[in-house]
């Protein structure tokens, strides 16, 4: 890869090196701590987190979704899984592949984690627009390369393809970190709705297409 471009879709043997990418860029994220706990500290919590990871990556390939990772030398720094709009169902084996892995991930993962993360993934769905939109799943970049640009260099990758799409309105995520707010705030983000999963504070914030606002 260039270094002239560093953003590069992930493919399967990108796997290791993303849920180890994810696990310590999301170690202090306020919802990891409620619901997996300390990862840094508890080895349950390390495996619990890793193993989620491991299901996010895996059912990308199954579902309308691409995962993109940023480069440098040879190692991976950032990532990020976009959900696409839907422009057709989803294959029949793909939908036998996904209940496969969910099942797997029940046999790995305690009922009550299971149950919270059904919460949430509720919780942040129901902030999303009806209208066909961009869903930003999870961003994370590694905690030695923060601060470098790195973040902004996958937002910025992220939303050109979602300004670029003739059918999606924008793009919508959540975070549960107050501060991002901000952050996001500078790309065009708006801050649409508040919930709570437990004590966690969910954020649920939209960024029109400014190709369809130009219109």
Do not use: C
Not at 53 to 67: A, P, Q, R, T
Not at 97 to 118: D, E
Not at 170 to 186: C, M
């Amino acid at each position: 890869m260039s270094s002239s471009n560093p953003i590069s879709k992930l493919n399967p043997s990108d796997k290791a090196s993303f849920i180890s990418l994810m696990s310590s860029a999301f170690a202090q994220d306020p919802i990891f701590l409620h619901i997996f706990g300390h990862s840094e500290f508890n080895e349950q919590a390390r495996r619990h987190t890793a193993h989620f990871f491991s299901f996010l990556f895996d059912k990308s390939e199954w579902l309308h979704e691409e995962i993109w990772g940023y480069y440098e030398n040879g190692k991976l720094l950032g990532a990020y899984i976009i959900e696409k709009p839907k422009t057709n169902k989803i294959r029949p084996m793909s939908i036998i592949r996904l209940v496969g892995r969910l099942i797997s991930l029940a046999y790995r993962l305690p009922i009550r984690k299971i149950r919270q993360l059904n919460d949430y993934m509720r919780i942040t769905r129901s902030m999303a627009p009806s209208t066909a939109h961009h869903y930003l799943i999870i961003i994370g970049v590694a905690p030695e390369a923060q601060g470098k640009g790195i973040g902004k260099a996958l937002l910025q990758h992220l939303l050109h393809d979602v300004d670029s799409s003739p059918i999606s309105h924008g793009v919508a995520l959540d975070t549960e970190n107050i501060h991002n707010i901000v952050l996001y705030e500078k790309f065009g983000f708006i801050l649409m709705h508040e919930a709570h999963l437990d004590h966690v504070p969910i954020y649920g914030m939209f960024r029109p297409n400014q190709q369809n606002l130009t219109l």
